[in-house]
C-alpha cells in the first residue's frame, strides 16, 4: 500500500477540532482502496464458505464476531452457492448494514438462459438488482466484475456500471481475474468518456504463487489501483493443518474442496514445510505469517480470509502483530522463489482453465436438480 493510505488504529474515540477519530476494535487497523477515498479493514472476510459450507446461523456468529473485532470489509459474490451467500451475509447484516463494506461480484452464469452470464447491460442491471435484492439493502459498496467477459465490449460494461454508481446502487468498482492490459483498456476507455474507474483488483495471491508479483502488481502500484488477494492460504495448504502425503480430514473445507487438491505438489510440501520452520522459530503459527507477508505488500488494501466459525478470526487477527524486518523477507523470498511456475495458477491448471469458481455453483445446482 502506498504511504499514507494505512490507517492507525487509535486506542480509542477522541473528540478532535473537526469531529470524531477513528475508534478500533481488536487492534483493527485501516486502509485507503487505491487513490479511492474507501476505507477497509486489513483484514477482511470472504463469504465463499456461506454458500455451501456453513448454515445461517454460523455465518450470523462470523459477521458478529467480525464486526465486534473491527472488520469492516465482507467478500462475496452472487454465485457462491448461485446467490445463497449474498442472502446469508444479508441477513446477519440486518441492522447493522451501515458497519460493512459489503464487496460482491458478478459475471458468473447464474442460470441456464443466454443473457444469465457475463457482462452485458442487461445482465449486469439484473444480477445487481438481485444481488440487492439477496443482501437486504439498497446500494454495494464495492461491486466487481468477477471475470472478465472478452466478449462484451468494456463501453458497454463501464456505461452500465457508471449508470449504476450515478443512480446509488453501487459507490465503487473494481474487478478479479482481469490482466493487467485489461484494467489499463478499461481505466483508458472510462477516461476517454468520463466514466467511473476500477478503484481495486482481486488476484489470487500467496507466498505459494506469486506470478502476480511479475506484471500485476507494478501496474497496481503505479495507477494507484487497491490489491486485495483471495486464496491468500493456498487453498488450505498454508494453514499447517495438513501434512504432505496425507489425505484431507473428513468433514474439513479442504476435503470437500478441489482447490486443495491442486496444491498438492512437491515444490509446494517443499515451500510450505520450509516457510513453517521459518515461522515457528520466530514465534509465529504459518498462517499468521502468511497474512502478514500479504499485508507488507506495496499495492494490498485487505485480505480476504475464509471463516467457518469465530474462532477462525480470532486466529486471523494475530496477523496484525506480526512484524517483519528486512532479513526475515530477504529469507522468505529465498524460500519462496524457487522452482517457480510461472505459467498458470495451480487450480486453473488441475481444475477449468478459466472459471474454477464456477464449480461450487455448478455442483449445489446439480444437487438442488437431483432433489
Given at each position: 500500500?502506498?504511504?499514507?493510505t494505512?490507517?492507525?488504529?487509535?486506542?480509542e474515540?477522541?473528540?478532535?477540532?473537526?469531529g470524531?477519530?477513528?475508534?478500533?476494535?481488536?487492534?483493527?487497523k485501516?486502509?485507503?482502496?487505491?487513490?479511492?477515498?474507501?476505507?477497509?479493514?486489513?483484514?477482511?472476510?470472504?463469504c465463499?464458505?456461506?454458500?455451501?459450507?456453513?448454515?445461517?446461523?454460523?455465518?450470523?456468529?462470523?459477521?458478529?464476531?467480525a464486526?465486534?473485532q473491527?472488520?469492516?470489509?465482507?467478500?462475496?459474490?452472487?454465485?457462491?452457492g448461485?446467490?445463497?451467500?449474498?442472502?446469508?451475509?444479508?441477513?446477519?447484516?440486518?441492522?447493522r448494514?451501515?458497519?460493512?463494506?459489503i464487496?460482491t461480484?458478478?459475471?458468473?452464469?447464474?442460470?441456464?438462459?443466454?443473457?444469465?452470464?457475463?457482462?452485458?447491460?442487461?445482465?449486469?442491471?439484473?444480477?445487481?438488482?438481485?444481488?440487492?435484492?439477496?443482501?437486504?439493502?439498497?446500494?454495494?459498496d464495492?461491486?466487481?466484475?468477477?471475470?472478465?467477459?472478452?466478449?462484451?465490449?468494456?463501453?458497454e460494461?463501464?456505461?452500465?456500471l457508471?449508470?449504476l454508481?450515478?443512480?446509488?446502487?453501487?459507490?465503487?468498482?473494481?474487478?478479479?481475474?482481469?490482466?493487467?492490459?485489461?484494467?489499463?483498456?478499461?481505466?483508458?476507455?472510462?477516461?476517454?468518456?468520463?466514466?467511473?474507474k476500477?478503484?481495486?483488483?482481486?488476484?489470487?495471491?500467496?507466498l505459494?504463487?506469486?506470478?502476480?508479483?511479475?506484471r500485476?502488481?507494478?501496474?497496481?502500484?503505479k495507477?494507484g489501483?487497491g490489491?486485495?488477494?483471495?486464496?491468500p492460504?493456498?487453498g488450505?495448504?498454508?494453514?499447517?493443518?495438513?501434512?504432505?502425503?496425507?489425505?484431507?480430514?473428513?468433514g474439513?473445507?479442504?476435503?470437500?474442496?478441489?482447490?486443495y487438491?491442486?496444491?498438492?505438489?512437491k515444490?509446494?510440501?517443499?515451500v510450505q514445510e520450509?516457510?513453517?520452520?521459518?515461522?515457528e522459530?520466530?514465534?509465529w503459527?504459518?498462517?499468521?505469517m502468511?497474512?502478514?507477508?500479504?499485508?507488507?505488500?506495496?499495492?494490498?488494501?485487505?485480505?480476504?480470509?475464509?471463516?467457518?466459525?469465530?474462532?477462525?478470526?480470532?486466529?486471523?487477527?494475530?496477523?496484525?502483530?506480526?512484524?517483519?524486518?528486512?532479513?526475515?523477507?530477504?529469507?522468505?523470498?529465498?524460500?519462496?522463489?524457487?522452482?517457480?511456475?510461472?505459467?498458470?495458477?495451480?487450480?486453473?491448471?488441475?481444475?477449468?482453465?478459466?472459471?474454477?469458481?464456477?464449480f461450487?455453483?455448478?455442483?449445489?445446482?446439480r444437487?438442488?436438480?437431483?432433489?
Amino acid at each position: 500500500m502506498a504511504e499514507g493510505t494505512s490507517e492507525a488504529s487509535q486506542p480509542e474515540s477522541q473528540v478532535t477540532a473537526i469531529g470524531l477519530q477513528i475508534k478500533t476494535e481488536g487492534g483493527m487497523k485501516y486502509r485507503r482502496v487505491g487513490k479511492s477515498g474507501l476505507t477497509v479493514s486489513e483484514m477482511g472476510i470472504g463469504c465463499f464458505s456461506f454458500g455451501d459450507f456453513v448454515d445461517l446461523k454460523a455465518a450470523e456468529a462470523v459477521v458478529h464476531y467480525a464486526l465486534g473485532q473491527g472488520i469492516n470489509y465482507f467478500d462475496t459474490s452472487d454465485s457462491y452457492g448461485i446467490g445463497v451467500s449474498e442472502e446469508k451475509l444479508g441477513a446477519a447484516l440486518v441492522g447493522r448494514r451501515d458497519k460493512a463494506v459489503i464487496a460482491t461480484k458478478f459475471s458468473n452464469r447464474m442460470a441456464h438462459g443466454p443473457n444469465d452470464i457475463g457482462t452485458s447491460r442487461l445482465h449486469i442491471m439484473r444480477a445487481c438488482e438481485a444481488s440487492l435484492r439477496r443482501l437486504k439493502t439498497d446500494y454495494i459498496d464495492l461491486y466487481q466484475v468477477h471475470w472478465p467477459d472478452r466478449l462484451t465490449p468494456i463501453e458497454e460494461t463501464l456505461r452500465a456500471l457508471d449508470d449504476l454508481v450515478r443512480t446509488g446502487k453501487v459507490r465503487y468498482l473494481g474487478v478479479a481475474n482481469f490482466f493487467e492490459w485489461e484494467i489499463c483498456e478499461a481505466q483508458w476507455t472510462a477516461e476517454k468518456y468520463n466514466l467511473q474507474k476500477f478503484i481495486s483488483a482481486q488476484d489470487h495471491y500467496s507466498l505459494l504463487y506469486r506470478d502476480i508479483e511479475k506484471r500485476m502488481e507494478p501496474f497496481c502500484v503505479k495507477y494507484g489501483i487497491g490489491m486485495n488477494s483471495y486464496f491468500p492460504l493456498a487453498g488450505g495448504l498454508l494453514t499447517g493443518m495438513y501434512r504432505r502425503d496425507a489425505a484431507a480430514t473428513p468433514g474439513t473445507r479442504a476435503a470437500a474442496s478441489p482447490n486443495y487438491a491442486a496444491w498438492n505438489s512437491k515444490r509446494n510440501w517443499d515451500v510450505q514445510e520450509n516457510l513453517k520452520a521459518f515461522a515457528e522459530q520466530r514465534g509465529w503459527t504459518l498462517p499468521q505469517m502468511s497474512l502478514a507477508w500479504l499485508l507488507s505488500r506495496p499495492a494490498m488494501s485487505t485480505i480476504i480470509a475464509g471463516a467457518d466459525k469465530p474462532e477462525h478470526i480470532e486466529q486471523n487477527i494475530k496477523t496484525l502483530e506480526v512484524r517483519f524486518t528486512s532479513d526475515d523477507l530477504i529469507e522468505i523470498d529465498r524460500l519462496t522463489l524457487v522452482d517457480e511456475d510461472r505459467s498458470v495458477a495451480p487450480v486453473y491448471r488441475k481444475l477449468r482453465p478459466e472459471k474454477v469458481h464456477e464449480f461450487g455453483p455448478m455442483q449445489v445446482a446439480r444437487n438442488k436438480n437431483r432433489n
